[in-house]
């Protein structure tokens, strides 16, 4: 609630227009019906010719279109309106999700997250577009008829006097029972779309294991939660609209009796104020009705702000970056991890207590049974997660003192599963160079580097084949492939190898090596690993389990001081000769 | 009712008998109340019925999303499904609740005024009769025709905004480490800005269009009081009912006004449904191809045969799969091995009945697999594919993907014969395991697998990422466990093959060589060849 009612403070122009435009149609609808009136006494009391009634037939025209005009540029302001808060809400969530880190990334469901970002930020329109206008409009309009029916006939003034306040005091009360059902609505919207989202993602697994049916029934289950939450939104607004048209119709039904009964049996009152009040009654009704029904709409609103204000405030903590640069000078930067450790919250896993330190041009293993926190400690690194306690050093200054994009510049991250954009095989490799031209000669050698050529011969669009969601699938290996095309086309001074031979086949496996050694060359290289061949190469291992660092140092020194080190060697090698 | 009112006041004016007043107003309130209340109860059952088909549409829609699986996402992209499947079903609607409900009211209350009206004056009557034609139904058709192009550029920038969120928020990482975030941002952020600047030229579509129409409106009454005046004038109507008519007129048209949503509804809820049933429609096609037979029983473990199989995915001129025959015999152990796009993963899908070949045929039990029942043939099968998903939820949900019989016990043991045993069953599992590793991930896959108990074990690289030691153990409680069932493994190492029945040898889409390991070695063909590039490669 207070959020809205901030951001219609913050567009007070606005308000005046709204404010101006509601009195003009309040005094054309009082116009209006005083001509009307006038018109018809003339006619039916009075008995004059058509004629003497014409320049009331031209005026009354003139203002049915001020009447009509003006209620549009009424309706115009508040839907400009409702565009500066959608779009105020829905900036504000993107940038919360552009900050927030992976690791609170990962957490929920992005189709919950897609369903605020789309249909929830939408439910903000009619507080502005319908509600807020018409409560201007229908409390200065409505004081205005109040005011001229006063003038004419007080007691009908008095009837309406009386039965008005009950259409505010019945909203009120139904109101309060309606926000926490409209937050319960959106609450199962939501989570129907969370749920929709992820199904389909594993439609395959799901139909493999022949759940399909059960999936539906509970996609069913949860559209008709939905569905029962909606309609109990929906029975407190047609209840309120059922006690707003009673109240009306009372007010009405006792304004047209007080009226008849004075005129006919106590005859001390005018046709005209009698004709008059009976033009004005229902406007007066329509007006308090009006905001009735566009306060419920206005209720999912409020309901639809508190819930993105409340995934606003979730965010734990999110990284901020300095502005330090990194220095240009030629080499990469040394790295040094100071007390690192890492937990996701309530999970497992976690890393403790991280102590290391790599020279620039060194070669990096992280080895450790599976499980053991070896990806996190990279996505540490790369800055991706924020530590619990402890630091990246670079160039002996925190990570995050320096520019965001200087660092990212300078690194490439190859993960175990690198994700591949709805887009063409040449717009999938330049990203990783954004805004930088890119030559043919260019893209054709690092395809070559890449072991891509070949298949690129085979497709018939080339590197403008689609990939990614509606586009040509890609084995595991082509997407590591793309990722080594990324990773040669930036030539980046610090490189992050996710289990780099993990899962490929033989062909990738010798590109990936050849394409390392090749980048090594101009590059600190921090590889999770699981090949001897690598292991044996790194100029310092990191041996890990459980989170701890167990041993570190060069392969021989390990296989002499760490006794974990060697049983897992021999395991290992016991494992891959069997 | 408003008639009835004009009338008393104007009777009133010339002193009736006290009696037909009462009458009225008692007749009045009646009506009022009755009204109200009838209106409660129409709105609360239509709503009701609205969305509960509503809900059946989602799920029908789910189910038909199915029926494509294999290569859903080739052709769409999954923040469009989503967009579909929320807000398109969700404003199907309005075409139940306010398109086909207003005119219906909308004529009933103008026809009996109109009805009513000429008993006192026909020229009256005429002109209402043309101001509901021209607010009923000309000037929404006109509006109807304008918002047609605006209505369906809506539908498709808020699916490009939920496309556009789910691919940055799915690609996240990705976007981070290649510094696209702010790019993609501001894309966006364009997205959101064309799909708000468009609706706010509907909101003034519909505002116009609702102020021509209210202006009608009173140009109509304007006309009533007019010609009302001027029949009086010339006493062809009694000057008694001026008044009547002329609150008759400025009422009647309160109907007229949820008119002017209508087009655009109609329009809205069209482009939903057009967006909708295009995938249906594809369903339903897909469907047809299939065929329900059941086999009469399905074998423990169930031979299996290519014959000459092809395979094209669609568009593509280059075979996948070219000629592949080869024979599963029931409990046998298959390896299949080959390069990265030799075609293993497609033989795979085909085997799973997730395609069906271009030319050949697979047949199970000697019967064609096109005839099959798939989940007659799915209730056998223990996959586990190259990526496996991971639902929102818990250890324990996701290992009862493969049934809700199994005990908390079995499970346990289940995870611990995958080394598994760090994880409980409670533990928490985030959207696509994102809190799992990569051998976590694969074990948890297995151990899914293990507990379906199905005769035709299909193994698609299901431990590439797990260390050697812990794999080989997996490893073998899955032959223990597979002893009497039937056994496709691709594999990405050559090692641990020895125990195979078959090795297959794929290239390009062919099969190149097949045999026992032994075999296979004495030949030395190509995966003599493929073991030295190994050794070169691992034991330096």
Redesign the interface.
């Known amino acids: 609630m207070k959020q809205l009612k901030d951001i219609a403070k913050k567009h007070k122009k606005d308000t005046y227009s709204l404010s101006f435009t509601a009195f003009v149609i309040g005094a054309m609808t009082v116009t209006q019906a005083l001509l009307i009136v006038s018109i018809v006494m003339l006619i039916f009391l009075e008995e004059k010719s058509f004629s003497a009634v014409t320049s009331q037939l031209a005026t009354l025209l003139v203002v049915f279109s001020l009447r009509g005009g003006f209620s549009y540029i009424h309706g115009k302001i508040g839907i400009g309106m409702a565009s500066k808060a959608k779009n105020h809400f829905r900036k504000s969530l993107i940038t919360q999700y552009t900050n927030n880190p992976i690791q609170t990334s990962i957490k929920g469901q992005s189709g919950k997250r897609v369903t605020l970002v789309t249909d929830v930020v939408d439910e903000i329109d009619p507080y502005f577009s319908k509600y807020y206008p018409q409560r201007i409009l229908s409390s200065i309009v409505s004081l205005m008829l109040l005011a001229a029916v006063f003038w004419q006939n007080w007691v009908s003034g008095v009837i309406m006097l009386v039965t008005a306040p009950l259409i505010p005091i019945f909203m009120i009360i139904i109101g309060k029972k309606t926000e926490k059902k409209a937050i319960q609505q959106l609450e199962k919207l939501t989570s129907l779309a969370g749920k929709f989202l992820d199904s389909l993602q594993g439609l395959i697994t799901l139909k493999l294991f022949g759940k399909g049916r059960e999936e539906a029934a509970a996609i069913k289950k949860s559209s008709m939660e939905y569905r029962t939450a909606t309609m109990d939104v929906l029975k407190f607004a047609f209840l309120s609209s059922l006690v707003l048209e009673l109240i009306s119709m009372l007010g009405i039904a006792l304004i047209s009796l007080e009226v008849g009964l004075r005129l006919v049996v106590y005859q001390n009152i005018s046709f005209f104020a009698a004709f008059f009040v009976l033009a004005i009654a229902p406007e007066f009704y329509k007006t308090l009705k009006d905001v009735g029904s566009a306060f419920h709409a206005g209720k999912g609103s409020i309901a639809a702000a508190q819930k993105i204000v409340d995934e606003l405030e979730e965010s734990d903590q999110i990284i901020q970056w300095g502005n330090e640069q990194l220095s240009q000078a030629a080499g990469p930067p040394s790295i040094r991890l100071n007390n690192l450790s890492f937990t996701y919250g309530e999970d497992h896993f976690s890393l403790e207590g991280i102590d290391a330190a790599f020279d620039p041009y060194s070669q990096i293993a992280i080895v450790g049974p599976s499980g053991s926190g070896k990806t996190s400690l990279l996505h540490l690194i790369a800055g991706m997660y924020l530590p619990s306690t402890g630091e990246v050093l670079i160039n002996n200054q925190s990570l995050f003192n320096y520019d965001e994009g200087e660092w990212f510049d300078k690194l490439i991250y190859i993960s175990q599963d690198p994700y591949i954009f709805s887009g063409t095989i040449k717009d999938n490799i330049l990203i990783a160079c954004p805004g930088k031209n890119i030559s043919q000669e260019v893209l054709t050698y690092v395809l070559e580097k890449a072991g891509l050529t070949e298949l690129i011969g085979q497709l018939e669009d080339g590197t403008n084949t689609l990939i990614g969601e509606g586009g040509r699938g890609l084995s595991g290996g082509e997407r590591q492939r793309i990722a080594l095309a990324r990773a040669f086309l930036k030539r980046p001074s610090i490189i992050l190898f996710d289990e780099p031979t993990v899962g490929l086949d033989l062909y990738t496996e010798s590109i990936l090596q050849e394409s390392i050694k090749e980048l090594a060359q101009n590059a600190t290289i921090i590889t999770v690993a699981h090949r001897l061949h690598t292991i044996k190469q790194a100029d310092c291992i990191l041996y890990l389990e459980k989170g701890t660092l167990i041993g570190k140092g060069t392969h021989q020194e390990l296989i002499e001081n760490t006794k974990d080190y060697l049983t897992m060697l021999e395991e290992q090698q016991g494992g891959i000769a069997g | 009712m ?1 008639a009835n ?2 009338y ?3 009777k ?2 010339l ?2 008998p ?1 009696y037909i ?1 009462t009458i009225f ?1 008692a007749l ?2 009646l009506f ?2 009755i ?3 009838s ?2 109860a129409e ?2 059952y239509s ?2 019925a609205t ?2 088909i ?3 549409v ?2 029908f829609f ?2 038909k ?2 029926a494509l ?2 290569s ?8 469009d ?3 579909r ?3 398109d079903v ?1 404003s199907l609607q309005h075409l139940f609740l306010r398109v086909i409900y207003p005119p219906i009211v909308m004529l009933v209350v103008f026809l009996t005024t109109i009805i009513f009206t000429a008993l006192f004056s026909l020229p009256v009557a005429l002109i209402l009769l043309t101001g509901l034609i021209i607010t009923g139904f000309c000037i929404p058709l006109i509006f109807a025709r304008k918002q047609r192009d605006i209505q369906s550029n809506i539908r498709q920038n ?1 699916a490009q ?2 496309t556009d ?19 993609k ?1 501001k894309a ?2 364009q997205t ?2 064309d799909y ?2 468009k ?2 030229n509907r ?2 579509q519909e ?2 269009s ?3 129409n ?2 009608f409106s ?2 109509t009454s ?1 006309s009533v ?2 010609l ?3 029949l ?3 006493t062809e109507l009694d ?2 009912f ?2 009547m008519l ?2 008759v007129s ?2 009647v048209f ?1 109907t007229a006004a949820p008119m002017t949503d209508a087009p655009s509804y109609f329009e809205d809820s069209r482009n939903a449904a057009i967006r909708l049933f295009s995938i249906i429609d594809e369903a339903q096609n897909q469907q047809e191809l299939k065929s329900k037979n059941r086999l009469v029983e399905l074998q423990k473990a169930p031979e299996m045969e290519c014959k000459n199989v092809d395979f094209y ?1 669609v568009g ?3 075979p996948t799969l070219s000629n592949v025959s080869l024979l599963l015999p029931s409990g046998s152990k298959t390896a299949i091995v ?5 075609g293993k ?1 497609t033989l795979l899908h085909l085997l ?1 009945k ?1 395609y069906s070949p271009s030319s050949g045929t697979i047949t199970i039990q000697g019967q064609p697999l096109d005839n099959l029942d ?2 007659q043939l ?2 056998n ?1 223990s ?1 586990v ?8 939820g818990t250890v324990r949900d996701n290992l009862k ?2 049934g809700e019989r199994f005990s908390d016990k079995e499970m346990n043991e289940i995870l611990s014969c995958v080394k598994l045993d ?2 409980s069953l409670g ?2 599992v ?3 395991g ?2 799992l ?4 991930q694969q ?1 948890l896959a297995i151990a ?1 697998a293990m507990l ?1 108990k199905g005769n035709l074990l299909f193994l698609d ?1 299901p431990t ?9 153990q997996v490893m073998n409680r899955l032959f223990t466990q597979a002893k009497g069932s039937s056994l496709v493994l691709i594999s ?1 190492k050559l ?2 093959l020895e125990r195979m029945d078959q090795i297959i040898v794929m290239d390009k889409g062919k099969i190149i060589e097949s045999g026992t390991f032994h075999d296979l070695m004495k030949r030395k063909g190509y995966f003599y060849q ?1 073991k030295k ?2 050794k070169s ?4």
Request: charged share 20%; net charge positive; proline share 3%.
């Open positions: 408003f009112s004009g008393i006041v104007s009133a004016a002193l009736p006290l007043l107003v009045l309130k009022t109340v009204r109200a209340f209106k409660y709105r609360y709503h009701k969305f509960t509503l809900s059946n989602r799920t789910f189910t999303l199915e699986a294999p859903l996402f080739q052709r769409f992209r999954s923040g499904l989503l967009a499947v929320v807000g969700e808020r905004l939920s969120t789910t691919e940055f928020l799915y690609g996240f990482l990705d976007l981070k480490l290649y510094r696209k975030v702010p790019f941002e966006l952020r959101s800005d708000i600047e609706q706010e909101g003034k505002q116009l609702f102020a021509v209210h202006w009173l140009v304007w009081l007019a009302g005046s001027y009086v004038s010339t000057s008694v001026l008044a002329v609150l400025l009422t309160e995915f593509e001129s280059r080959g390069p990265s796009g030799s993963s799973l997730l798939e989940n799915w209730e099968i996959p594919l190259q990526s496996n998903h991971f639902f929102y993907l493969a760090h994880l533990d928490k985030l959207e696509k994102g809190n590793s990569g051998g976590e074990r899914r379906k690289e590439s990422s797990v260390d050697p030691i812990t794999e080989q990405h090692t641990g493929m590039i190994e490669v691992f034991y330096k």
